[in-house]
T-cell receptor, first 114, second 113 residues
């Protein structure tokens, strides 16, 4: 089955710790994205990558880092510099690199800072 | 800058009836796309329907149709024959310059039996 997988589904972190969220796709899509969703709100773009070994900051990149070493994988690290990391994180991918290309989403990771 | 506005925070609809979800947008780009996504309580975002700015006809996808009024900058979603499984959050989004999607704040739909 083709799709996007995210792990873990739930993640708990102590203050001051870095954590890495996994995102893998087997759709052979070029572009991948990370979004953050806070309760009762829409999605905000953290980082995106249009091609391997290249990525760009989105609207709320501070306190986050990413890598794109393989086409299928786009992990997100939430660093201790992120002041309010408790949120729902969604990964997406699209076949093309245009903003008019449909983005398909993974099931999400819910991060809670204890 | 792109902006998406969904003015209905929540609405009830009777099962088997149609419901219209409002979405207005603002962009200076001549080429853009409008998307609707469904987010059930499980959290995943499910793509429903797409409308390109140059498309002459309104998009349809099964029970979903998009009422695209370019001059008014609106892209309302119509769900016909509502089902209990349609209860969810619905998000309108726009893709324009810069390879980014901008999302609205969402509308919660509750279908009553």
């Amino acid at each position: 089955d083709g799709g996007i997988t995210q792990s873990p589904k739930y993640l708990f972190r102590k203050e001051g710790q870095n954590v890495t969220l996994s995102c893998e796709q087997n759709l052979n899509h070029d572009a991948m994205y990370w979004y953050r969703q806070d309760p009762g709100q829409g999605l905000r773009l953290i980082y995106y990558s249009q091609i391997v070994n290249d990525f760009q900051k989105g609207d709320i990149a501070e306190g986050y880092s990413v890598s794109r070493e393989k086409k299928e994988s786009f992990p997100l690290t939430v660093t201790s510099a992120q002041k309010n990391p408790t949120a729902f994180y969604l990964c997406a991918s699209s076949a093309g690199q245009l903003s008019t290309d449909t983005q398909y989403f993974g099931p999400g990771t819910r991060l809670t800072v204890l | 800058a792109q902006k998406i506005t969904q003015t209905q925070p929540g609405m009830f609809v009777q099962e088997k009836e149609a419901v219209t979800l409002d979405c207005t947008y603002d962009t200076s780009d001549p080429s853009y796309g409008l998307f609707w996504y469904k987010q059930p309580s499980s959290g995943e975002m499910i793509f429903l329907i797409y409308q390109g700015s140059y498309d002459q006809q309104n998009a349809t996808e099964g029970r979903y149709s998009l009422n695209f009024q370019k001059a008014r900058k609106s892209a309302n979603l119509v769900i016909s024959a509502s089902q209990l499984g349609d209860s969810a959050m619905y998000f309108c989004a726009m893709g324009a310059a810069g390879n980014k999607l901008t999302f609205g704040g969402g509308t919660r739909v509750l279908v009553k039996p």
